[in-house]
């Protein structure tokens, strides 16, 4: 994620918070709040939290698994903030989901110490966006904090299986793990998920399911569609097959200008409660 010091931030939480702690922008508090919890925790290596949700402990912030149709839901009971997390989904969601409400909880605490206040703020919660998006940094800041994470990730080749080993060494989901990669431009790589899906007699398109997550100093060689028409054999085999499958792929430009070339690699991954393929494509 590009760190911006010049945009204006319009949650009156986002401001104060940042008043309070410092620095070059919201960003950069966020990162400092994360330091500063995991020293206290004494973590200086992953995982940062486990299934004992160690931060909130820290913070005396009550964490409740209960049947909601949401993610994570905060509130305050009396003076203690108490997070509900969704109780039918993987441990590693619940992890970062608890931290995300974490985030939440650190940016009103620091922006007043006053109870009333902190109610008042709570209640007028107008620009969620800006703080959903914070929420949603700090969450990988303290499960995946950038230099650590950066370490390791470029000491491994950029694949499937170097992506689930972090996601096993920092206890995130697989999702969060290929978004952290791409946004500290870690590997220069896109992620995907996806799924063939037959069309008429024979022919199995690839259905790409939701957005692609990319490096952002990477030219994407596709563009962006619902159905690609590219990476199908790999793809179904991946599906079918329940294993990686390694393949190249070739773009050919109009204009004459040279085809590039691509690895993509497939495998079989549960995503929530559906069983998708999870990509992997890069310059060769
Ligand atoms: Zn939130």
């Known amino acids: ?26 960003f950069t508090a966020i990162e400092d709040v994360c330091t500063e919890l995991q020293n206290q925790l004494g973590r200086s290596s992953p995982p940062f939290q486990s299934e004992q949700y160690e931060f909130a402990r820290l913070l005396n912030v009550r964490v409740i698994e209960n049947e909601i149709s949401c993610d994570g839901v905060l509130a305050l009971a009396g003076t203690r903030f108490v997070i509900q997390v969704r109780r039918n989904t993987t441990s590693e969601r619940k992890n970062f989901t608890v931290c995300h409400e974490l985030g939440h909880v650190e940016m009103l605490r620091r922006a007043t110490d006053n109870l009333s206040e902190l109610r008042s703020l709570m209640d007028a919660r107008t620009r969620l966006n800006e703080e959903e998006m914070l929420s ?17 990730a470029s000491q491994l080749v950029p694949s499937l299986d170097s992506l689930f080993q972090l996601a096993r060494t920092y206890r ?16 220069k790589c896109h992620f995907f998920w996806c799924l063939p899906e037959a069309r008429g007699f024979q022919r199995t398109v690839v259905r790409m399911l939701g957005k692609p997550i990319i490096s ?11 159905y690609v028409t590219w990476g199908v054999k790999p793809i179904i085999l991946a599906y079918e097959g329940n294993k990686t499958v390694d393949d190249r792929l070739i773009f050919q430009k109009h204009g004459g200008a040279a085809a590039e070339f691509w690895r993509l690699e497939a495998a079989r991954h549960d995503f929530e409660n559906e069983t998708r393929v999870i990509a992997l494509v ?3």
């Open 136 to 152: 949603n940094f700090f969450a990988a800041n303290l499960l995946m904090p950038r230099k650590d994470f950066v370490d390791r």
């Open 282 to 284: 890069r310059p060769e």
């Open 172 to 187: 995130t989901s697989v999702a969060s793990t290929a978004r952290r990669i791409t946004e500290l431009g870690v590997w």
């Open 216 to 226: 952002e100093s990477l030219q994407c060689p596709y563009k962006n569609a619902e």
């Open 1 to 26: 994620m590009a760190i911006s010091i010049t945009r204006r931030w319009n949650s009156e939480i986002v401001r104060l918070f940042w008043k309070q702690v410092g620095g070059l922008s919201p």
